[in-house]
């Protein structure tokens, strides 16, 4: 099992920044991808950003020149850091884990983050 604990969120003025953190413990060795999810009450669960184990990252249209998701392999920990950020990246945030081994998801409990206008 893995477990993926996040932290650093809250309330922030718009055109502020956020680093988001998300701890994994347990079975990671077999961790592929890791990324940043983002859900709003009432929409589906959308991709913010993702980093595999081979460099490559994605990020979304709204993501991309003020978001930056980085990994510590060491620390077993992934980053999403939040620049100027809007009343619209409001959400509740996930950290996620994929394991290419036998296609499975983990997920963290989610972080609230807040802007306000």
């Known amino acids: 099992q893995v477990q993926l604990v996040e932290s650093g969120g809250g309330l922030v003025q718009a055109g502020g920044s956020l680093r988001l953190s998300c701890a994994a413990s347990?079975?990671?060795?077999?961790?592929?991808?890791v990324g940043w999810y983002r859900q709003v009450p009432g929409k589906q669960r959308v991709l913010v950003a993702k980093s595999t184990s081979g460099g490559t990252t994605t990020y979304a249209e709204s993501a991309k020149g003020r978001f930056t998701i980085s990994r510590d392999n060491a620390k077993n920990t992934v980053y999403l850091q939040m620049n100027s950020l809007k009343p619209e990246d409001t959400a509740l945030y996930y950290c996620n884990a994929h394991r290419n081994l036998d296609d499975r998801d983990f997920w963290g409990q989610g972080i609230q983050v807040t802007v306000s206008s």
């Open positions: 347990g079975i990671t060795f077999w961790i592929n991808t």
